[in-house]
């Protein structure tokens, strides 16, 4: 069964690093997004893909998030200067497309420590 | 802006008995209603949906779920919990106007006992 893959399940920074968090999609998937947790509780969404572009994205989502498609496999969050509230798991997920019923595929996750 | 709420933060049931988790929904259109699962240290597992037609939906591992558009509540149920049903449930919705984002609520974490 095709599934979303995601890397590192886990990394631990300091604050005002970089961090890229990468996710393969399901390969035939046309909109992609990233969702954060912070400490088991609600799930958050930062920003939806489509087509090479953003096509929504949250509060949350400042001028310190971006995301990109570099190579037509691989989805990437980058954070550019980390935060201590910036610590969550943040998952990745993708969908068919805005033809179908939209349910998500959602990875693993990636568990983000910020020191 | 469409929103969710689940109104309990956790739930207890015992085991064989039915349970239920609930829902309510604001969006501006009519709503794409999911029900997700969340195993510890895991991903967001899709269980079941609502689109259009049934009221009644059915999904994974035995769950069902009712659309109510009177009441804006979407709540899961299961006729007979098992322990392996613990875990944290979250309800989503999708905007049909404008529907390229799902939002979760809050989730609610669901203890079954043996």
């Known amino acids: 069964e095709p599934e979303v893959t995601q890397t590192p399940s886990h990394q631990v920074t300091q604050m005002g690093q970089e961090v890229i968090l990468r996710c393969v999609p399901i390969?035939?998937?046309?909109?992609f997004y990233w969702y954060r947790q912070i400490l088991g509780q609600k799930v958050e969404f930062l920003v939806s893909f489509y087509n090479n572009e953003i096509s929504e994205k949250s509060e949350i989502f400042d001028d310190q998030f971006s995301v990109e498609r570099p190579d037509g496999s691989n989805f990437t969050l980058k954070i550019r200067s980390t935060k201590l509230e910036d610590s969550a798991m943040y998952f990745c997920?993708?969908?068919?497309?805005?033809?179908?019923?939209?349910?998500?595929?959602f990875g693993e996750g990636s568990r983000l420590t910020v020191l | 802006a469409q929103s969710v709420a689940q109104p309990e933060d956790q739930v207890n049931v015992a085991e064989g008995n039915p349970l239920t988790v609930k829902c309510t929904y604001s969006?501006?259109?009519?709503?794409?209603l999911f029900w997700y699962v969340q195993y510890p240290n895991r991903g967001l597992q899709f269980l079941l949906k609502y689109i259009t037609g049934d009221n009644l939906v059915k999904g994974s591992y035995g769950f069902e779920a009712e659309f109510n558009k009177s009441q804006t509540s979407f709540h899961l149920k299961k006729p007979s919990a098992l322990v392996s049903d613990s875990a944290l449930y979250f309800c989503?919705?999708?905007?049909?106007?404008?529907?390229?984002?799902?939002?979760f609520g809050k989730g609610t974490r669901l203890h079954i006992l043996p």
């Open positions: 390969s035939n998937h046309l909109y």
């Open positions: 997920a993708s969908s068919v497309g805005l033809a179908d019923t939209g349910e998500l595929f």
């Open positions: 989503a919705v999708r905007d049909m106007i404008r529907d390229d984002k799902i939002i």
């Open positions: 969006v501006s259109g009519n709503p794409y």
